[in-house]
T-cell receptor, first 114, second 110 residues
């Protein structure tokens, strides 16, 4: 089955710096890769996603890149702000399921210090 | 994701008790999921359902049961066979490829 590894497990950055989180997946047939942000005690919220036919996607200060050959994808947050502090999860679709079943990474705790 | 509700928000269970967690969605989504989240860990799939009256085991189904009698409802029962049920439980549903989560139920065993 699909296996998703996420690094680092914790990330501390100064406000205004960039943060990068990396994930690798095992099944080359995976074709959908969402990222979720979870604040303490809250539900995970979808912040950006990318499909396998696209190499990069950007939405304001966040961007995701995908390298299908290497089977890894990354989340980039620029100009970090204290409200970016949260746990971030990457996920990959589990083939051949087309109903949205996902395999999640273990999460990255991001701390942005003013 | 405001169309997915879970109740209760907090639940306390005594040893040997079965408890049922509610999940309702008004998004007309076919697929629904239950995840378990332990402190500092990711989301682990318990059960999922792609259609009414059908459901499949996920990675950690032992000690749990579900039903899917209506499209909008997917309740999870934590049975006494689940030896370590204290966790945060998240329900989700999928429309197209987008998966949205409910607010969660925090279950504590007394």
């Amino acid at each position: 089955g699909e296996n998703v590894e996420q690094h680092p497990s914790t990330l501390s950055v100064q406000e205004g710096d960039s943060a990068v989180i990396k994930c690798t997946y095992s099944d080359s047939a995976s074709n959908y890769f969402p990222w979720y942000k979870q604040e303490l005690g809250k539900r995970p919220q979808l912040i950006i996603d990318i499909r396998s036919n696209v190499g990069e996607k950007k939405d304001q200060r966040i961007a995701v890149t995908l390298n299908k050959t290497a089977k890894h994808f990354s989340l980039h947050i620029t100009e970090t702000q204290p409200e970016d502090s949260a746990v971030y999860f990457c996920a990959a679709s589990i083939p051949p399921d087309s109903w949205g079943k996902l395999q999640f990474g273990a999460g990255t705790q991001v701390v942005v210090t003013p | 994701d405001g169309g997915i509700t879970q109740s209760p928000k907090y639940l306390f269970r005594k040893e040997g008790q079965n408890v049922t967690l509610s999940c309702e969605q008004n998004l007309n989504h076919d697929a629904m999921y239950w995840y378990r989240q332990d402190p500092g860990q990711g989301l682990r799939l318990i059960y999922y359902s792609q259609i009414v009256n059908d459901f499949q085991k996920g990675d950690i189904a032992e000690g749990y049961s579900v039903s899917r009698e209506k499209k909008e409802s997917f309740p999870l029962t934590v049975t006494s066979a689940q030896k370590n049920p204290t966790a945060f439980y998240l329900c989700a549903s999928t429309g197209g490829r987008l998966q949205f989560f409910g607010p969660g139920t925090r279950l504590t065993v007394l």
